[in-house]
């Protein structure tokens, strides 16, 4: 793999026809460090963020040893890439296959439920197995979240009652875990999430073993700078230990984006200008799914040797495909006088960026470079400075 010590020296060096992921281990092992030692419970990796080996690999170097997998072929990737590693399978809805291979032949012990007829599913897969943790999905509202996950899963609490009794009955370990929808913008979503599990244990009268309070904890873009994950922390925290079950249970997140967004961005070149319309050499059916479908502005700089105190303005990119919809509205601000052949870089992109990829019209092949410079925005740094407010980066010498 090639590794150079910033985007603007590989820019520089490759001069890249096609675009290039960079990668930046150090700042994922930051994000896994700062998890595994401030939260106050077990941190899952939720692997459809980013299901890079490489990545995968980082984490459980730098503290995180239980992920939240989705499908069997999650499983097998992670049962592949990190043998030792405690995996949980939290899709709610499974194939009974997946359920027999995962117990049997991958040792899968952790599953999610929110339906009995999921739950007669588990016991029939594992042959009545007595060794289940199997964790009971509520449904909570998405309200503070960009990404909403309150409609597809879920059991309802005037529902869960039922459930839950049948789930315990079965279970060696109760869970009941949740979801506050994608980039949580307050950790009031969480505390008023964690009320609706208190409501669910004391209508079931049922000892639970774990509160899994799912993802959702976010990143720094672009008109979306969310307080201190710290603030999160604490109020989860509170909430949790207010529980009249808090004194034997245990506390588990599932945290995506929040590990993997600082691990890569991506360098682009702009192919073509058409007044405030970029073409670049990537979009919708690339790394930038997020951006064209659900409106998602990511930090951008244009990477030039030179200084340059150009005015800025407003863009929007046309992806390389011949479909219309390849169109990310963004506003991207960048330099006004940016042109055909020079370099963008994107930022904040490990997240769901590289999972999302296809080969539509021939495009989305991309090289992988490993850089040393920051990320573009971080919520991990000590004395975290802002997010970088120049779009052009003079080159050291």
């Given amino acids: 793999m090639y590794k150079h010590h910033s985007a603007l020296g590989v820019a520089l060096s490759l001069k890249p026809a096609a675009p290039v992921t960079l990668i930046r281990p150090q700042a994922a092992a930051r994000a896994a460090r700062f998890f595994s030692q ?6 899952l990796y939720a692997v459809k963020a980013n299901p890079t080996p490489e990545l995968l690999k980082t984490l459980w170097g730098a503290g995180i040893s239980h992920y939240d997998v989705a499908s069997i072929a999650e499983v097998r990737l992670v049962a592949k890439t990190l043998p030792r ?12 296959e997946a359920i027999r291979e995962a117990y049997f032949q991958h040792g899968v012990r952790t599953f999610s439920l929110d339906s009995l007829e999921e739950l ?26 960009k990404l909403s996950l309150a409609s597809k899963f879920g059991i309802e609490l005037s529902e869960a009652k039922e459930l839950l009794q049948a789930t315990r009955q079965v279970a060696d370990a109760l869970g009941i875990c949740f979801h506050v929808g994608s980039q949580a913008m ?14 669910a244990i004391v209508d079931a009268s049922v000892t639970v073993d774990i509160v899994d309070v799912g993802g959702g904890f976010p990143s720094s873009y672009p008109g979306m700078e969310p307080p201190p994950l710290e603030a999160y922390f604490h109020a989860i925290n509170r909430a949790f230990e207010s529980l009249p079950i808090s004194y034997s ?10 590990l993997s967004a600082e691990y890569s961005s991506l360098l682009v070149r702009v192919e073509k200008r058409r007044g405030n319309e970029l073409f670049i050499n990537d979009g919708a059916y690339g790394a930038l799914f997020d951006a064209a479908h659900l409106g998602w502005r990511f930090p951008v700089q244009l990477l030039r040797p030179e200084a340059n105190e150009t005015d800025m303005e407003a863009f929007s990119f046309y992806g390389p495909t011949c479909d219309d919809m390849d169109h990310m509205a963004g506003p991207f ?10 370099y ?49 980066i003079k080159l050291s010498r």
């Fill in 333 to 342: 601000m960048l330099p006004k006088d940016i042109k055909a052949g020079d």
């Fill in 85 to 96: 590693a405690k995996l949980c399978f939290m899709h709610p809805v499974k194939a009974e």
């Fill in 38 to 43: 401030k939260f106050p419970g077990k941190s």
């Fill in 344 to 392: 963008v870089e994107i930022g904040m992109l490990g997240a769901y960026g590289c999972a999302m990829r296809t080969e539509f019209n021939g495009f989305g092949a991309t090289s992988i470079c490993e850089v040393a410079d920051e990320p573009m925005a971080s919520l991990y740094r000590e004395e975290a400075p802002l997010p970088r407010k120049s779009n052009v």
């Fill in 120 to 145: 007669g599913k588990i016991v029939r897969a594992t042959s009545g197995a007595t060794d289940l943790e199997l964790c009971v999905r509520l449904r909570v509202s998405s309200e503070h979240s």
């Fill in 249 to 258: 249970a245990e506390l588990w997140c599932e945290p995506g984006r929040a």
């Fill in 186 to 199: 307050t950790p009031h979503a969480y505390t008023q999430a964690i009320e609706r599990v208190r409501a």
